[in-house]
């Protein structure tokens, strides 16, 4: 087989796995790989110093790849992908974990005695939706956590919604950077304090850049239960097997070569160093392997999705795994499903079936459904800032009272309202402004650093940056 038919299949490594190390072996015919792959990827370098050194990462990656293809420790399909030329440093910007500080889940104390399918895909009941793309963006903490939203929540509610990431890497650490990383658990507590609600993608959509918080601009789509509670799944296999029997999970793992460059097959990865640093979402499982959701798009893995195996510990898979629980709020949704992914599992064991009834069941009363409701609106509590207790912003007068407590009392005391008085017949023209709204802690935190505070909080009256 010539190179040029195989620059066409480069996408697929698996159909050159047998002759890339016999490519590799050739300077020119490695270079002809590189170029290819730059034309397939749409890439092209400023100067040839830099396109030297992409070249240099490509042979690492390729050799790398070949390898791999070649042994035999996992049943897993390696490619050179869209990683390949990355450095190590670009490569990070596409994890977004920050676990620093977080424990282990403990491990249940008792035995998990509940009876679970052997096999449950919620990718085949249409319960997830399409594979997002973060970007180089550090953000997949708040695709996992979504991700274990989107599928509870149509199961409880029988629809499909495809939420806001973005919402929650704008809104979660305020101003401190959700494309720096984040933990799933920060996000479900930031809808209960929303009173359990987060927007659609529709209308928040997603840019992979940190942005000025505008939940006060969309609309609530959680409209027939919402957030109460982030449920932590205790450490171990079988009680992650036993809560993703019952809905997708936020999940951590350690990304390793073996996951980057990961193609189709069961991934048993036995390179991992041992810290978690990405989060991605649980989505099935079968006796032989968990289906996970990753946040790459669909040019990565297999559709997006990579099976990993049961039985093995899976780079910390089964150590943090958590997903949120939901109330009813006595409202429908009544508004058409969103799109689930068309990704499908062949090899699941049929679920047993119900016997039809021996006696027909009474016809039922012809009701008529009220009007469809529009979109619930957001909470009034929208500028409540999630860090007060967290950064003691209470202790500061005028962050506690303009910023913490304006209209949903998150300091322990709300500011005194002070009697309307009575209007007065000749007023007189209004005193320059006090500088009442000053965050004290401009300087203290750079905040003039970022241009929507410096203008809108730090600068309102007091020019302050």
């Not at 050179?80 to 910007?93: D, H, R, V």
């Not at 008792?110 to 449950?120: C, L, W």
């Not at 809808?191 to 939940?215: F, H, N």
């Amino acid at each position: 087989m010539k190179i040029a038919s195989f620059l066409c299949c480069l996408v697929s490594v698996v159909a050159l796995q047998k002759d890339l190390q016999q490519i590799l072996q050739s300077p020119k015919a490695t270079l002809e790989l590189y170029n290819g792959f730059k034309s397939l990827q749409g890439v092209q370098y400023n100067s040839l110093s830099e396109d030297r050194m992409r070249f240099t990462l490509f042979k690492k990656t390729a050799h790398f790849v070949a390898k791999a293809n070649h042994q035999t420790a996992d049943l897993a399909n390696y490619e050179i992908n869209f990683f390949a030329t990355l450095t190590p440093e670009e490569q990070g910007a596409y994890l977004g974990l920050n676990a620093t500080g977080k424990p282990v889940n403990q491990a249940s104390l008792t035995s998990i005695e509940d009876e679970v399918p052997a096999s449950v895909m919620w990718v085949n009941k249409g319960a997830v939706t399409p594979v997002k793309n973060q970007g180089s963006c550090s953000s997949s903490w708040s695709f996992a956590a979504v991700g274990a939203i989107e599928t509870r929540y149509q199961q409880l509610s029988g629809r499909l919604r495809n939420l806001a990431e973005q919402e929650y890497l704008d809104c979660v650490y305020w101003f401190n950077g959700g494309c720096e990383g984040g933990w799933m658990s920060d996000a479900y507590d930031w809808s209960i304090e929303m009173d359990g609600t987060l927007s659609a993608t529709s209308e928040y959509p997603y840019t992979g850049k940190d942005r000025w918080c505008k939940v006060s601009n969309t609309h609530n789509a959680l409209r027939s239960h919402k957030i109460v509670r982030s449920r932590s799944v205790p450490a171990g296999e079988a009680a992650n097997i036993a809560a993703l029997a019952q809905g997708s999970l936020a999940v951590a793992l350690e990304v390793t070569d073996h996951f980057k460059f990961y193609l189709s097959g069961i991934l048993r990865d036995e390179t991992c160093s041992g810290d978690v640093n990405h989060g991605a979402v649980a989505v099935g499982y079968t006796p032989e392997y968990i289906l996970v959701k990753n946040s790459w798009s669909k040019v990565w893995g297999q559709e997006g999705f990579v099976k990993l195996a049961r039985g093995h510990h899976n780079c910390g898979l089964f150590k943090h795994s958590s997903y949120p629980e939901f109330k009813e709020t006595g409202k429908m949704d009544q508004g058409e499903s969103d799109e689930a992914t068309n990704f499908r599992v062949e090899d699941v064991l049929p679920e047993p079936t119900t016997p039809a009834p021996t006696t027909p069941d009474p016809t039922p009363e012809v009701t008529t459904l009220p009007p469809t409701p529009g979109p619930s609106p957001r909470p009034e509590c929208i500028n409540k800032a999630t860090n007060c207790e967290r950064d003691n912003l209470c202790q500061y007068p005028q962050l506690a009272e303009t910023w913490c407590a304006r209209y949903c009392g998150y300091c322990e005391s709300e500011p005194t309202q002070e009697p309307n008085p009575e209007p007065n017949p000749n007023p007189t023209p209004d005193p320059q402004p006090l500088c009442y709204d000053k965050a004290v802690n401009c300087e203290r935190d750079s905040l003039c650093d970022f241009p929507t505070l410096a203008e809108t909080w730090c600068t309102k009256h007091c020019g302050y940056c």
